[in-house]
């Protein structure tokens, strides 16, 4: 059965390893005998019909403001998707913008499409480190934070999860990330699925459960990811 | 005054560090000089006659700063350099007091330093140079660099303290277009454009070799080939071909041809802007003389250099830094039959964050296997190549024991390696090599 899968920016959304998510997907899709098409999104590309998960990366903050405008009018079509149940994991950069707005460090305003009930602020020193991520549904979760936004959760917005290790959204409430439906926004880089490939899975669960297929994947043994995790698990900041 | 007090306290430091029995403390004299000597490094190279050359970028400025200094040293040009692994401000000063005699003279004629990208504006400030060669703006170490544009804007901004001349890979937007305009001589190197494809640029890491190119949406592949850069004047220098250890160059309108002791594709494009640099410095020289001087250079360590280990295994230990470096190791350097180890450290000079493992497209080792992963994260680096559908033999992260292994594989062994890994493994394999072995210094 074929997936579609959207990477949104792949030229300008890029920089930390995010190409891992992709890949990440693509090949567990493949190893239970699914066949995941790639759609890359980029600046003025409409995204596909079929879209059945949303992938976003973390980029330069230059890049940030090249994408705003695009991100704008894709904005309705992005909440579509959200309403619709679609998964999507917008990691960094994509997140913020994704939020309802991102004031950078030199006081300029940037307007986000609000998928996410989140601000972002611009901060002069980078929080950059290892993380470790407590969340409800997926477990802990493992990745390398690099940001300079810090983000603030309007008051229902849900968090992804809580902070065991690292700063998340901004250091100080000990959120991480936000989650809207099955759109989850985050700071983890790492890249993050192949880390936490429980997350990977449920991404891929739940565009197949809205495609009215068996939501249960069959499990993968898996080894190296145990002894990766229990690396991860002992890591300092 | 200050080229003495320096000087002497430099000197009194490091040999302070070396009787409390510490290995050549690199960064310990700069420091205390940096402290208390202000202006000593600006006061003690404003003597050399020929100035201070500075080469930066995040890829090849080790060889390259070897090629240069080789080839003007073969020209009869007495050059100071600084040691490999002290590119910081402080190494540099440790550098220069231990060369200078103690009245504070500096017996050469022209310093050529390798510069980490981070200190090369602070470094250029210190003592300003006459000329400033910049190889490429890369994805590296971003969990201390934060983003490239940043490394770009080291880079750059070390161009413009420039007071002779810039030296810039024109095929790297970010850096040629921050180049000088105005002021200074401005001298481009490139490959020709047929080659691009073998060297990547920072931006075209991403899309490529995920498996997942057949299936691109079309609309992508007309999108990717638009590319409305403007088109840069003809490089000075370019790289024109290459196969084996051969290379061909072109200098203005001359094309040579050259057989070089160091190998992989990212040493010609090194070759290039050497080329480039030293043409500029000594434009009397014949072109076919620098090009013979140039392909007598040998590999910088852990760059290519070869070992040969009593039970006659032939190990190359390669650095890896990043996604640009790593491709090109990979195209480089793994042929038919060749053991491939991959070692990985994430200690702060390794870069802390491995994301960038993910950029690396490990499709030209398809259809073979790595034999052992090994350092710090062993297991990580498994789990990436499983990815790539690469099979791994073994995961050893003790290093020690990894060599163990690798000493016990005759054949050809290729070691890609993360840089802190990359000294013990030098180490270790220099102890155990056969005497006169090691292909490069
Ligand atoms: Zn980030």
């Not at chain 1, 976003?56 to 705003?68: E, K, L, R």
């Not at chain 2, 000329?131 to 890369?138: H, P």
Request: glycine letters at 12%.
């Amino acid at each position: 059965m074929t997936l579609h899968l959207v990477h949104l920016y792949p030229d300008e959304m890029n920089t930390y390893g995010d190409r891992g998510n992709r890949l990440t997907l693509l090949q567990r899709a493949r190893w239970r005998g699914l066949d995941p098409v790639v759609h890359f999104v980029g600046i003025g590309d409409d995204l596909p019909d079929e879209t059945d998960l949303v992938l976003g990366g973390g980029g330069q903050d230059s890049a940030q403001a090249d994408i705003q405008a695009d991100v704008l009018r894709k904005g309705d079509r992005l909440h579509q998707l959200v309403r619709d149940g679609v998964p999507m994991l917008m990691v960094c950069g994509t997140y913020q913008l994704l939020g309802r707005r991102f004031r950078t460090h030199e006081g300029e305003e940037i307007a986000g499409i609000g998928v996410f009930d989140v601000e972002t602020i611009g901060g002069d020193r980078r929080l950059i480190g290892n993380a470790a991520v407590q969340t409800e549904a997926f477990g802990t979760l493992y990745g390398f934070e690099n940001h300079s936004g810090r983000t603030r959760l309007g008051a229902d917005q849900q968090p992804l999860g809580k902070v065991l290790r690292g700063n998340g959204n901004n250091g100080e409430d000990g959120t991480e990330g936000a989650r809207t439906g099955n759109a989850i926004g985050t700071y983890l880089h790492g890249p993050l699925l192949p880390a936490n490939p429980v997350l990977a899975d449920a991404l891929l669960s739940l565009a197949l459960a809205r495609r009215g297929e068996p939501a249960q994947l069959e499990p993968i043994d898996e080894p190296l990811v145990e002894r990766s995790r229990a690396e991860a698990a002992s890591r300092v900041y | 005054m200050r080229r003495l007090l320096g000087t002497l306290t430099g000197k009194a430091v490091a040999a302070a560090v070396r009787l409390r029995g510490r290995s050549a403390g690199q960064a310990m004299p700069g420091r205390v000089v940096e402290r208390l000597v202000p202006g000593y490094l600006a006061a003690v190279l404003g003597q050399l006659p020929r100035g201070v050359v500075m080469v930066t970028g995040t890829n090849g400025k080790t060889t390259t700063t070897k090629m240069v200094v080789e080839v003007l040293r073969a020209n009869g040009l007495r050059v100071l350099t600084n040691a490999t692994g002290s590119n910081m401000t402080r190494g540099i000063i440790s550098s220069v007091s231990q060369q200078a005699h103690l009245t504070g003279r500096l017996p050469f004629d022209i310093a050529v330093f390798e510069l980490d990208e981070a200190y090369a504006p602070q470094v250029a400030a210190a003592a300003p140079p006459t000329w400033v060669l910049a190889l490429n703006a890369s994805r590296d170490q971003l969990d201390r660099f934060g983003e490239v544009d940043t490394v770009a804007r080291l880079i750059t901004s070390a161009m413009r303290a420039a007071g002779t001349g810039v030296v810039v890979n024109g095929d790297d937007p970010r850096l040629s277009s921050g180049a000088p305009t105005t002021g200074v001589q401005v001298e481009r190197f490139g490959v020709a454009p047929e080659l691009l494809r073998y060297f990547p640029r920072d931006d075209e890491l991403v899309r490529t070799g995920t498996g997942a190119a057949t299936h691109m949406a079309p609309a992508t592949v007309t999108g990717e080939l638009e590319e409305a850069a403007p088109v840069p004047p003809a490089p000075g220098v370019e790289l024109l071909a290459f196969d084996g250890d051969r290379a061909r160059y072109r200098v203005g309108d001359q094309e040579l041809d050259a057989r070089l002791q160091v190998t992989g594709q990212h040493n010609f494009q090194n070759g290039a802007a050497a080329l480039a640099l030293v043409h500029a410095l000594l434009p009397d020289v014949p072109v076919r003389t620098l090009v013979d001087q140039l392909a007598d250079v040998r590999p910088a360590f852990g760059r290519g250099q070869v070992y040969t280990l009593p039970g006659g295994a032939h190990v190359q230990l390669n650095l890896v830094k990043n996604p640009a470096s790593f491709r090109q190791g990979l195209a480089s350097y793994v042929r038919e039959g060749t053991t491939v180890v991959v070692a990985v450290n994430d200690l702060v000079a390794d870069g802390r964050d491995l994301s960038w493992l993910w950029d690396v497209d490990f499709s030209p080792l398809a259809g073979r296997e790595v034999a052992m992963t090994t350092g710090i994260r062993a297991v990580d680096m498994a789990l990436r190549l499983r990815y790539d559908d690469v099979p791994v033999g073994r995961i050893e992260p003790d290093l020690e024991a990894a060599v163990a292994v690798i000493a016990g594989t005759p054949g050809e062994t290729v070691v890609f390696s993360t840089y802190t890994a990359m000294l013990r493994l030098h180490t270790m394999l220099s102890a155990s090599a056969v005497k006169g072995t090691v292909t490069a210094r």
